[in-house]
């Protein structure tokens, strides 16, 4: 599609879909805008976009698509912004905030004049922020959730469709309300858990400070989105809080009947809990992004001599297998250490532990 195509907020998501809208579509324009100037001007030397905004003003006004890829506060205020301008009457005007029915609800002045918005919220992401973060794949056969009003033309609802159409992610819609129901069970609720797990685990620290260094594995697979961006998340918990008091009511109910089982060393039931949630947590799609990792990190356990990653880098280059990142975890320098490999597909993940098996005796795990 051909068309002026405006990208307010360039962070992880804005810039990701930037990326797939132009994969998608070469001949429109990419227009980015964000407060952070730092992050308008990467965004334009990473090729994220095809020019830079100096106003929300000036670009909004000859724009065919305009996507919101702000924290959910100042989603809501660049939409009652947009309301006041000119912009062009077949403007489609879409959001990938976390949450919806607020969002929708800031919505009511650009529905008086006729304007289309269709709230959107691609359920990929990851704790990392910034259009450094920002990739292609990152929607890849991730659900996309849209909510359009009921009185939005089917013709509209298909033509953001086709606009996001490099992201292959699978279009879902449900109503806001819903939106924030699901999403605040699967994703926010989430946030918090991992949150006060890290927060419980600091505080016991003051006193034993081997903790820290123990915290292997386990305690790293649940508490990654624990550094997601605070300033993000505190918004999003704002804008479902019924929605989330009434799950931490429910969890403090389900905390109690598992203390009950220790209580009275229940050991059928304790067997019985733990079972039950594997029953659930493996049955979940592996295909889709939602269950999967958003980054293919491959956890490789390596002793400790020089040369070491170096050697590791060398068997992946021979087979032409690309990396993206490579760090080391320190809590276990101890021990051996452990690599952590990062690849843009699952594919390319797979393709190195059998590389790395085939080349040498060192561990690998997926680590999930
Ligand atoms: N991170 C995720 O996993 C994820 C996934 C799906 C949806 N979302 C939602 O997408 C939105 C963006 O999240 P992100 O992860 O890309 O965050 P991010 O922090 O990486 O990027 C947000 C960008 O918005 C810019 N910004 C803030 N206020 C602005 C304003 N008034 N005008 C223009 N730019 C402004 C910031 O400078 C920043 O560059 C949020 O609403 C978030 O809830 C996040
Ligand atoms: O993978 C992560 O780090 C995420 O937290 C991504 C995640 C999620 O909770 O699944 C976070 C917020 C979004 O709105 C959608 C996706």
Excluded at 34 to 53: F, H, P, T
Excluded at 61 to 74: C, G, T
Aim: glycine share 8%; hydrophobic share 40%; charged share 25%.
């Amino acid at each position: 599609m051909n068309g002026r195509v405006i990208v307010i907020g360039l962070g992880l998501i804005g810039g990701s879909l930037a990326l797939c809208i132009k994969k998608e579509h070469n001949e429109a324009t990419i227009v980015g805008f964000d407060i952070n100037k730092e992050q308008s001007r990467l965004a334009k030397m990473l090729g994220v976009i095809d020019e830079i905004a100096e106003t929300i003003e000036d670009s909004a006004i000859d724009a065919n698509l305009i996507i919101i890829a702000a924290p959910v506060n100042e989603t809501k205020e660049i939409l009652q912004m947009l309301a006041k301008l000119p912009l062009h009457p077949d403007v489609i005007i879409t959001d990938t905030g976390s949450t919806k029915r607020k969002i929708v609800e800031s919505t009511a002045s650009l529905k008086d004049r006729g304007i289309t918005f269709i709230g959107g919220h691609p359920m990929a992401g990851s704790h990392k922020s910034g259009v450094s973060a920002a990739k292609e794949i990152l929607f890849e056969n991730a659900f996309y959730l849209l909510t359009p009003d009921n009185q939005i033309e089917e013709a509209k609802v298909e033509r953001l469709k086709c606009w996001l159409l490099g992201t292959k992610a699978k279009f879902l819609t449900i109503t806001p309300e819903n939106h924030d129901y699901l999403t605040g069970i699967v994703s926010h609720f989430p946030h918090i858990i991992a949150a006060s797990i890290v927060r419980q685990t600091e505080k016991l620290s003051a006193s034993e400070s081997l903790i820290p260094r123990l915290a292997a594995g386990g305690f790293r697979d649940i508490t990654r989105i624990a550094s997601s961006s605070p300033e993000m998340w505190k918004d999003i918990l704002l804008h479902n809080r019924e929605i989330l008091i009434g799950l931490l009511n429910q969890w403090q109910e389900e905390m109690n009947g598992v203390k009950g089982l220790l209580e009275n060393e229940d050991s059928p039931a304790i067997l019985n809990y733990f079972n039950q949630a594997k029953q659930f947590r493996d049955g979940l799609p592996m295909k889709e992004k939602g269950a999967i990792p958003a980054f293919y990190d491959l956890y490789v356990d390596i002793p400790d001599y020089p040369g070491v990653i170096s050697e590791i880098t060398g068997y992946l280059a021979k087979e032409d297998i690309s990396i993206t990142n490579i760090r080391i975890l320190e809590t276990r320098e101890d021990i051996n250490g452990v690599l952590v490999i990062s690849f843009q597909t699952e594919e390319d993940r797979y393709k190195a532990e059998r590389c790395i098996e085939t080349y040498s005796n060192f561990q690998t795990s997926i680590g999930s």
